[in-house]
Nanobody, 127 residues
Framework: QVQLVESGGGLVHTGDSLRLSCVAS????????MGWFRQAPGKEREFVAA?????????YYEDSVKGRSTISRDNAANTVYLQMNSLKPEDTAVYYC???????????????????WGQGTQVTVSS
């Protein structure tokens, strides 16, 4: 059974940094695109960042995090990371890791294209 386990969330102040990690128990991890989504209270789940699989490791970012976030992956460790800098109160949300088979037809921004999801890790940014 595939499991995605996120870690690294917490309570930080405006301007601080966090690195989220997600370990995936997927045998062919490098063939999966990995994404981060977030959901704030009372809001829809939204795309944050994604990195494609071994076909190119292309990266994608939501506009509000572009320039202050970096997604990366370590295939040997079956892990994807999200480094977030200059955090703002509006970044407060539960952050979810997700995995999608990188078969060339997935759309990184769409939650429905992801097959596996983690339980989420809470990020709270105080002003």
């Amino acid at each position: 059974q595939v499991q995605l386990v996120e870690s690294g969330g917490g309570l930080v102040h405006t301007g601080d940094s966090l690195r989220l990690s997600c370990v995936a128990s997927i045998r062919t991890f490098s063939n999966y695109a990995m994404g981060w989504f977030r959901q704030a209270p009372g809001k829809e789940r939204e795309f944050v960042a994604a990195i494609s699989g071994s076909g190119g490791y292309n990266t994608y970012y939501e506009d509000s995090v572009k320039g202050r976030s970096t997604i990366s992956r370590d295939n040997a460790a079956n892990t994807v990371y999200l480094q977030m800098n200059s955090l703002k109160p509006e970044d407060t949300a539960v952050y979810y890791c997700a995995a999608a088979p990188d078969n060339g037809s997935y759309y990184p921004y769409l939650a429905i294209d992801y097959t596996y999801w983690g339980q989420g890790t809470q990020v709270t940014v105080s002003s």
